[in-house]
């Protein structure tokens, strides 16, 4: 898949290979070689797909999500999704993950502190036991619409960054470019340099593996921006709030809930569209 780094199994103190490009699991393959019949002739041709596997996440024992995903840098999005959801503060709260299973059946088995398993299990009891009051829907939406801090502010990245990014982006995109049908989500330094990638089929897991791949490697993101393939909705800009990168490009349009979210919090959001220069929506023009 264009990369020789191999994933590892290592506890959270230490610290794995840097690895620029998505990095495939032995098992199952990232893409795999299919079959299909022309409709117009009936010609016999074979494509290679993208593939994606189901994901369990457990917390200390409890079962918290099941994710389906691609099967590249699993530990990367364990650690990317624990931060991103709000379920850990940071990587000092991961004592240990452990990855199992076999073909499409995976499991990610992360062990946290005290403090964020009562309140992962807390969370879970205030949304148990209320259908039907009425109080769930607000529970729900406190979730969805969470307090979350507000960044200092950084200031906007040159023009010349973004310049043929759409270009330069093909050779973090392995698989993209292989099979299609994945997002990506990238990383540039504070120099400007693109720095590392992360596919996947879902936007929000492409997001999860570099945010978790960022903090695993302890790459510096002072200075630097998150890169974003897919349309950029509310949830994109959370996570980026709470891995504290101030500046996040999209080369899709932002919704007008993300927006907001990102002029109240001081994160530079940036849409590059095709076929005209990158537009500046947050912060606001003066």
Request: one cysteine or more; charged letters at 15%.
């Amino acid at each position: 898949m264009g990369s020789n780094c191999q994933p590892v199994f290592e506890p959270m103190n230490s610290k794995p290979p840097v690895c620029a490009a998505s990095t495939p699991l032995a098992l199952p393959a990232a893409s795999n070689t299919y079959d299909y019949v022309q409709l117009s002739d009936a010609a016999r041709d074979n494509t290679p797909l993208a593939e994606e596997v189901a994901l369990a996440i457990v917390y200390n024992g409890l079962n918290q999500a099941v994710m389906l995903v691609s099967p590249t840098d699993l530990e990367d999005f364990a650690v990317g999704f624990s931060i991103g959801s709000g379920i850990v503060a940071g990587t000092e709260e991961i004592y240990d993950m452990k990855l199992s299973g076999s073909g499409s059946a995976l499991y990610a088995d992360l062990e946290i502190s005290s403090r964020a398993f009562w309140n992962l299990k807390n969370q879970r009891r205030q949304l148990a036991g209320t259908s039907g009051c009425g109080l769930c829907g607000v529970e729900a939406l406190e979730q969805a619409l969470p307090e979350l801090n507000v960044l200092p502010g950084a200031p906007l990245p040159p023009a010349h960054w973004l310049k043929d990014l759409r270009q330069r982006i093909d050779a973090f995109q392995p698989l993209g470019q292989h099979c299609g049908a994945v997002h990506a989500a990238l990383f540039m330094d504070r120099d400007g340099q693109l720095l590392l990638g992360r596919e996947d089929i879902g936007r929000h897991n492409a997001l999860d593996k570099l945010i978790g791949a960022l903090l695993r490697q302890r790459i510096e993101t002072q200075g630097g921006l998150a890169i974003v393939t897919s349309r950029c909705s509310l949830e994109l800009i959370q996570k980026v709030l709470r891995a504290g990168i101030q500046t996040l490009v999209s080369l899709s349009a932002p919704t007008g809930l993300a927006l907001q979210w990102a002029r109240k919090h001081n994160l530079n959001l940036i849409h590059l569209p095709k076929h005209s220069a990158p537009r500046v929506f947050s912060p606001a023009a003066e």
